[in-house]
């Protein structure tokens, strides 16, 4: 198959072990909040907007705190290879925060998170982070870059002959559907919300990583192409056949994409199932509440439908 | 006026070239300078706060007071005007660059670090080419300021246009007094408008 992972095969150790990993936030201690002090400190953690909703959540709720408090307490978690896991959980549930420490965007303050059987505390952070992919919500695309340019710029930076990043740009583009020649010399800004969310789908998948990190990709666009996303997104899935962690506050997206669903709430992991047992056997109170938020939605659309199509006789 | 160029032309063009000459010296050590300080104000928000608020104190002293305070140190000449001019070129260009380059919007400096780029890899191949407008602002605004405030570097026999200035003001030579003042108002906005042609360009 022409987009499969390199080393494919199923491995005996999961591809992501988390052990006991927690990371606490200090009021006090701006670096790991990557709060920006200053005159205009507030005004920059708003700056950062959607996509660093957990840092600023995170400092909402530390400045509330008099010592601080545990964005992700204590979690352990086995992640085998070939998953694709849906993190589920409501702002400031650390689910973020558990994203950037496996690609060590945040160090845990304790624990340790296992790539495939290798502590990641002892690798290099650039190496690390090129043997995975990663997506944000607003797709962070290289404005001064064409789409080319923004695929091929880890492949670029690994000195990959010209014509072999044109190759895989072409074969990429093929890949999240978009038509190559149409859309390899475009810029960012002259594509829509969610073509731009599929660039940064290519991007992340250009040196074929084993491991995908998937911060809400598909946060920012409408129900439609959020739909369409989530199919090429399963597809993308089948044909790499890597491993996928998914992060998203969206229940009917985590139940929909994950195979195993991860939910998590104060920094602790609730329950890690199956969709159909978590929806059968609620481990916990509040997953059970969850479900039945996402029930009583489903009911209201049902009972619509309903009275619809009775007011049309 | 006319009959004093023709007269003298050594007089006014020796100085005006004086003048680019401390212009260009004084914005290269500048940008060099500052470009480090800002390397380590990136590394470090408190001592880049602390660093900005220093130089504002420098920024505000008269410059003729700076002259003095460092013509026991250095002694009269170019020199000395460099080092002020320098001084003075520090606050501009430092929050220039820095505000130039946090203003990058975080989601893209984030997904550059996230998909496995060096910080410094991140510093030129994003953050510099998104920032470039600002950071070439900085540059005209410290060039356009030098120009200005190095004309009274001739009070400290630097040389430069404000030798003409000053000689005719002494000798009361309207003559003089024009080329000095004309000249150096003019290269001062013409300066300006290349430089932000240039800049509209990039």
Redesign the interface.
Known sequence: MNHSFENEGLCAVPAIEYRNVYKRFDRTDGKSLRVRRGRKGEDKIKKQGENSFANAEASAGALKEESGFFAVNKLSAEIRDGELITILGSSGCGKTTLLKMTNRLYEPDGGSILLFGEDIQKQDPVQLRRKMGYVIQQAGLFPHMTVEDNISVIPRLLRWEPARCRDRVTELLALVGLEPEQYRNRYPSQLSGGQQQRIGLARALATKPRVMLLDEPFGAVDAITRLNLQNELLRIHRETGGTFLFVTHDIHEAFRLGNRVMIMNGGKLLQMDTPETIVRKPADPFVETLIRSAMDQERFWNSSITFARESDK | MIKFMTRHPEKIYIPLLEHIELVFLTLIISVVIASVLTLICLQN??LS?WLQQLLGVVYSIPSLALFAILIPVTGLGRTTAVIALTAYNQYLLLRNFTTGL?EV????T?????????WL?VLT??QI??AKRALFAGIRLAVVSTIGIGTIAASINAGGLGTLLFDGLRTMNMARILWGSMLSAGLAIVTNALLKAAEERL
Do not use: C, Y
Request: no cysteine.
């Open positions: 928000e408190r706060l946090n919007d975080p989601a893209v984030d997904a550059a670090k996230g998909i496995g780029m060096t890899q191949k994003v080419p998104l």
